[in-house]
């Protein structure tokens, strides 16, 4: 796989895409996360944090729901043949039941579009926010959860199906769950461990039956989850460091993947961080490169979490891995070397079949709010156009030449 001109090929037929979700580029949302946004609470902890709080609203985001072809004129332009994004729940089922059928109208023909330009979409069916009403009812705590998951997921597919064939039923469970019901940083801000072991449990449920449904809607349909996984390093292989290892990796990289074992078709992995363990966890090391958030830069993790993936026997896609780098100083490095590590990987026979670069354009970073920036795409928030960053130009090199240098 590598020429005489020092190139690495990647296999034929290589996804090379990008990722977004809903609630942080469509803008003009209501689901849970933009109430909290506003709420009373959010507003005083952000004063008290001498915050604007007009920079930790959703809002408009990149007003990517009302000009979706915005977005598609970078994806060309990139040279991508991929796109994972999200649908929002609270759109297409505003009301318990009662679903809007412009809205999942406008999803089909968003997902048609990209069909048309020659892009597989890989559709995520939920990135964390919940519709209001399934707040109410007490969120991923709530005993119908699944049910009511469930019953989206199969209206949603139905409609979207004929158009569709990869499908990502949840987003990172382990890190919504653990923000958002043990450290409490993300809504509904809970602090408590049997809450957040109960919404993991709940996710398991949900992920395993929304297999199914979509298994029933289309046995051709591929489903899997995107899961993040950190490469945890015992520091000088001490004994103690090696148990702490061992506990990580089973905790945050493997429980939920081994519970849904039998009840998915590829793996989806999100990458970005390191920890390397040593008498406890800590991600403030030494890095040679630091992102705008101060996550290190670690891109060989990426070939060990590969290599560890390899014992599911099914084929991986990257779902997402980026950085908040506002001055595209580091962007096209890393990925430059994080694509080095993951041709090393297939190279020694993983089978890793795609990669979604995290972002295609700025967007709305959670309790982050505007400021990281994610995006191969800055977004101009006064008038929401796309303006490449040097590392578009660098990524489109790759995607239109299946290869790195
Ligand atoms: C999430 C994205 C987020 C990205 C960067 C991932 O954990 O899925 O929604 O923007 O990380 O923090």
Do not use: C
């Given at each position: 796989m590598q020429n005489e001109n020092n190139e690495l090929n990647f296999p034929p037929n290589f996804l090379w895409g990008c990722s977004t979700s809903a609630h942080q580029i469509e803008g003009g949302l209501t689901n849970d996360w933009s109430e909290w946004e506003k709420s009373h609470h959010r507003l005083e902890e952000l004063k008290n944090q001498n915050k604007n709080p007009l920079d930790y609203i959703s809002g408009q985001a990149a007003n990517s729901f009302l000009d979706n072809n915005a977005d598609i004129v970078c994806m060309k332009e990139l040279g991508l043949n991929a796109y994972r994004f999200s649908v929002d729940w609270s759109r297409i089922e505003p009301q318990p039941g009662i679903f809007d059928e412009t809205a999942l109208n406008y999803y089909l023909n968003f997902i048609k579009s990209l069909r048309a330009h020659g892009i597989e979409p890989f559709v995520t069916l939920w990135h964390w926010p919940v519709p209001l009403w399934i707040r109410d009812i007490g969120g991923w705590e709530s005993p119908k959860i699944v049910e009511y998951f469930n019953r989206f997921?199969?209206?949603?597919?139905?409609?979207?199906?004929?158009?569709?064939?990869?499908?990502?039923?949840?987003?990172e469970p382990m890190v919504y769950s653990g923000n958002s019901y043990m450290v409490g940083i993300w809504p509904p801000q809970k602090k408590n461990f049997i809450s957040y072991y109960k919404v993991i449990k709940k996710l398991i449920k949900a992920h395993r039956l929304a297999f199914d449904t979509l298994k029933e809607i289309d046995s051709d349909n591929k489903v899997g989850i995107a899961k993040h996984n950190i490469y945890f390093e015992?520091?000088?292989?001490?004994l103690i460091n090696r148990i702490l290892k061992f506990f990580a990796d089973w905790w945050i990289n493997e429980r939920f993947l081994k519970a849904i074992d039998d009840k998915q078709d590829f793996i989806g992995l999100n990458y970005y961080f390191h920890n390397k363990i040593n008498y406890g966890f800590s991600r403030q090391h030494e890095y040679e490169k630091k992102s705008d958030l101060n996550w290190g830069l670690h891109p060989e993790g990426i070939y060990y979490l590969l290599k560890d993936l390899?014992?599911?026997?099914?084929?991986?896609?990257?779902?997402?891995?980026?950085?908040?780098?506002?001055?595209?100083?580091?962007?096209?490095?890393?990925?430059?070397?994080?694509?080095?590590?993951?041709?090393?990987?297939?190279?020694?026979?993983?089978?890793?079949?795609?990669?979604?670069?995290?972002?295609?354009?700025d967007n709305f970073e959670w309790a982050e709010g505007f400021h990281p920036k994610f995006g191969l795409y800055e977004v101009d928030y006064k008038n929401f156009d796309r303006i490449a960053r040097p590392s578009a130009q660098f990524y489109q090199d790759v995607c239109k030449n299946n290869r790195i240098i």
């Open positions: 997921v199969k209206k949603t597919a139905g409609h979207l199906n004929t158009e569709v064939n990869f499908w990502i039923t949840l987003n015992a520091f000088g292989n001490k390899k014992k599911y026997n099914k084929p991986i896609y990257i779902t997402e891995n980026g950085l908040a780098d506002r001055g595209d100083q580091h962007r096209s490095w890393y990925i430059n070397e994080i694509l080095k590590n993951v041709h090393h990987a297939i190279k020694e026979g993983t089978d890793v079949k795609g990669y979604f670069h995290w972002s295609l354009i």
